[in-house]
């Protein structure tokens, strides 16, 4: 849809009174009246007419105009994208970045948000609540003095004890063969071949020939001694170590279960979400929620706290979540399919079948689905992507994910701003592809003679027939 005024931007797909779920909107409420104007155009193509339809969006006055451009969410970058492509060929896939030492900077951050950063996430397992205040301070001056409009996300630690940190800032190599000390002693430095744990009992029940493995299969270990509450691991399979990286325990192919009892929202997370409260963020993503009940917990608490224009993201994560995914993601305002660690919970070949059915069941139930972890994870070490990574990021877009989104690749690594360029052009590509394909759809069920109102109808008529209706 065209519009007959200077200010095109304004009318983006139709201005309704209901509510938006799309990432990156601060605020989701927008009211106006779209006034029809004169058919303008040319007809254009063979013997087919095409009337280009303009309508204007009226708005009484340049502060009205203003006004109605913050609450539309359309910042800079998408005005010129609206500018360029128009409607049809505007993004409709969010991105989200996670913030950290490799991009917190001022600079760092406009040149995210110039590249297409839609929500910056701050991962609260990482930093001091200050340098978190410092981040979200940044992101709010940008969005008043460059005309941004960059949402913040915090995301909540959450009960794992899953956790190892080697000390260092960056990645560290394991190479296979060595060997290892998994300790959840307090020591100072960073001792070689040693690695900390971040919960005391992290090898109670654990026996020797158990394997140990790190962010689902990024490097392997084989528990070959036990020294009081310590482990001796030998490194079968070389990798990468992240800092605080997330491990896990396998016995004869099973997963050794090692936080059933613990509470989604621990002491500290609930310190965490206090904080972004107080910051104004504009969405809490709760880390291992195995139920709908601290979903509603949170939200209540916001509710009370007044913080309504707060969304409450669940992170689906462990194998319990996935048993009770469709009351999960009715009790909360979004989903994240966290890969990483639910890669550790289920066999890795399960995962696209899962991201498959998590985002179709969030579509049906209109939440919107954010799909994370490892999308471009080798450009934390190299400036290019491999291809299987450029075809996993297409296979989301084509599933309808809403939001795709960088975690260490932008937060520690080098190449954080390409990668969010390479994932923006990725999507795009894709949706336009997608986009063809629909078209093609349409016409080839035209031509059998199956005319688009009639499959419409067949859809209405399947669900009331599911419903009881």
Request: aromatic share 6%; hydrophobic share 40%.
């Amino acid at each position: 849809m065209a519009v007959a005024t200077s200010d095109s931007i304004l009318a983006r797909s139709l201005i309704t009174d209901r509510r938006s779920t799309n990432f990156g909107l601060k605020n989701e409420v927008c009211r106006g009246k779209v006034v029809p104007c004169r058919a303008g155009g040319k007809v254009k193509g063979k013997g087919k007419g095409r009337v280009e339809v303009k309508a204007a969006v009226q708005i009484g006055g340049l502060e009205e105009v203003k006004k109605a451009k913050e609450e539309m969410g359309l910042d800079v970058v998408s005005e010129e994208e609206l500018r360029e492509k128009g409607f049809l060929g505007m993004r409709k896939t969010k991105l989200v970045c996670t913030i950290g030492p490799a991009c917190c900077s001022p600079q760092d951050l406009e040149k995210l948000a110039l590249g297409g950063m839609n929500v910056a996430r701050l991962n609260m397992c990482h930093n001091t609540r200050d340098w978190h205040r410092d981040v979200i301070k940044k992101i709010n001056q940008l969005n008043e003095e460059k005309g941004f409009c960059v949402s913040v996300m915090i995301d909540t630690e959450g009960s794992q004890i899953h956790v190892l940190d080697h000390g260092a800032p960056s990645s560290v190599k394991a190479e296979e063969g060595s060997t290892w000390l998994f300790t959840a002693q307090k020591l100072e430095g960073s001792p070689p071949f040693t690695i900390q744990a971040n919960y005391e009992g992290f090898s109670e029940g654990i026996e020797v020939g158990d394997e140990l493995v790190i962010d689902g299969g990024m490097a392997s270990f084989q528990v070959i001694e036990k020294v009081g509450n310590d482990l001796r691991c030998k490194c079968t399979d070389s990798g990468l170590f992240l800092p605080r990286a997330k491990f896990s325990f396998w016995r004869n192919g099973k997963l050794v279960a090692r936080n059933s009892e613990l509470p989604t929202l621990s002491k500290k997370d609930w310190a965490d979400i206090e904080f972004g409260v107080s910051e104004g963020v504009d969405f809490i993503a709760l880390s291992f929620v195995n139920d709908a009940d601290p979903v509603r917990q949170l939200k209540n608490y916001l509710y009370m706290r007044s913080s309504r224009s707060t969304r409450v993201l669940a992170k689906v994560e462990s194998l319990e979540s996935l048993q009770k995914l469709k009351e999960i993601v009715e009790a909360s305002d979004g989903i994240m399919v966290a890969r990483g660690d639910l890669g550790v919970e289920i066999p890795y070949e399960q995962i696209p079948t899962v991201q498959e059915e998590i985002t179709h069941v969030c579509r049906e139930m209109n939440k919107p689905v954010i799909v994370a972890s490892q999308l471009l994870e080798s450009m934390i070490e190299y400036p290019t992507p491999t291809r299987a990574e450029v075809a996993d990021v297409s296979e989301a877009v084509r599933q309808y994910a809403d939001a795709l989104m960088l975690s260490g690749e932008s937060a520690i690594g080098p190449y954080g701003q390409k990668a969010l360029s390479i994932l923006q052009m990725a999507s795009s590509r894709m949706e336009l592809w997608s986009r063809e394909e629909n078209r093609q759809s349409i016409l080839h069920q035209r031509r059998l003679g199956v005319s688009l109102p009639d499959r419409i109808a067949e859809q209405i008529c399947n669900c009331a027939v599911e419903m009881g209706i």
